[in-house]
Antibody, heavy 122, light 108 residues
Framework: QVQLLQSGTEVKKPGASLKVSCKAS????????IHWVRQAPGQGLEWMGI????????LYAEKFQGRVTLTGDTSTSIVYMELSSLRADDTAVYFC???????????????WGQGTMVTVSS | ETVLTQSPGTLSLSPGERATLSCRAS???????VAWYQQKPGQAPRLLIY???NRATGIPARFSGSGSGTDFTLTVNGLEPEDFAVYYC?????????FGQGTRLEIK
C-alpha cells in the first residue's frame, strides 16, 4: 500500500526539541521529494520545507530557518523533521507529504501522511 | 512571498448545485504551479488539481480548475454530499510555497 506513516502524538515543553518521523512504503523512497506542512488548530496550511531524500539537499521556509532540520535515512525509507526551541505557537498537526514530481521538484503534494499532533505547553 | 487570498470564506450550497471557489495571488503565478486541495475534519488534505487545471489521479470529473496570472478558480459541478469540506489553493512556483486561508463549503 502506497502511504506515508508518521510517528505518534507528542507533548513538549517550551524550549524543547521535537523529532517527527515519516516512513514511506509502497513506493521507491528516492523517487520523490518530501515536504513538511503544518496546521495549527483551526487554521490553514503552512509550508515548512522540502528534502530530496536521494541527495539530502534541503530548502526551508525563511520563517523556520535555523530551527528546522530535515534529514532522510535511505536504509529505512524514513524522513525526519526536527524543530528546536519550541514555543506555544508551534502547537499544530505536522504533515509530511510527497512531491508529485518524479526524480525532480514539481511542488504539488499527491500523498500525505496521517499527521502528527504536537502540543507545546508548560 | 506570494500571498493567496481565497473567497468566499464560507460558501453555503445544496447538493446538486455548482460551487465556484476563487483564489487570488498577490503577484503573478505561472499556471503550471497552482494546485487545489480538499480537506475534511481530522484528515490530511487531498490533492484535487495541479498545474491549475489538471485533475489528480482518481479525482472525479465534476472537479475542474482554471485561471491564469493572479486569478484562479476551482469549480465543482453537481455537488455531492462528500464534497462539503474545506478547500485550499496552493502556489509552488516560488519559495516559500504558500497556501490560501481556505474556503469552507457547507451544506445549505
Amino acid at each position: 500500500q502506497v502511504q506515508l506513516l508518521q510517528s505518534g502524538t507528542e507533548v513538549k515543553k517550551p524550549g524543547a526539541s521535537l523529532k517527527v518521523s515519516c516512513k514511506a512504503s509502497g513506493f521507491t523512497f528516492f523517487d520523490h521529494y518530501i515536504h513538511w506542512v503544518r496546521q495549527a488548530p483551526g487554521q490553514g496550511l503552512e509550508w515548512m520545507g522540502i528534502i530530496n531524500p536521494n541527495e539530502g539537499s534541503t530548502l526551508y521556509a525563511e520563517k523556520f530557518q535555523g530551527r528546522v532540520t530535515l534529514t532522510g535515512d535511505t536504509s529505512t525509507s524514513i524522513v525526519y523533521m526536527e524543530l528546536s526551541s519550541l514555543r506555544a505557537d508551534d502547537t499544530a498537526v505536522y504533515f509530511c507529504a510527497r512531491d508529485r514530481g518524479y526524480h525532480d521538484y514539481e511542488g504539488s503534494l499527491d500523498l500525505w501522511g496521517q499527521g502528527t499532533m504536537v502540543t507545546v505547553s508548560s | 512571498e506570494t500571498v493567496l487570498t481565497q473567497s468566499p470564506g464560507t460558501l453555503s450550497l445544496s447538493p446538486g448545485e455548482r460551487a465556484t471557489l476563487s483564489c487570488r495571488a498577490s503577484q503573478t503565478v505561472s499556471s503550471t504551479f497552482v494546485a487545489w486541495y480538499q480537506q475534511k475534519p481530522g484528515q490530511a488534505p487531498r490533492l484535487l488539481i495541479y498545474g491549475a487545471s489538471n485533475r489528480a489521479t482518481g479525482i472525479p470529473a465534476r472537479f475542474s480548475g482554471s485561471g491564469s496570472g493572479t486569478d484562479f478558480t476551482l469549480t465543482v459541478n453537481g455537488l455531492e454530499p462528500e464534497d462539503f469540506a474545506v478547500y485550499y489553493c496552493q502556489q509552488y512556483g516560488s519559495s516559500p510555497i504558500t497556501f490560501g486561508q481556505g474556503t469552507r463549503l457547507e451544506i445549505k
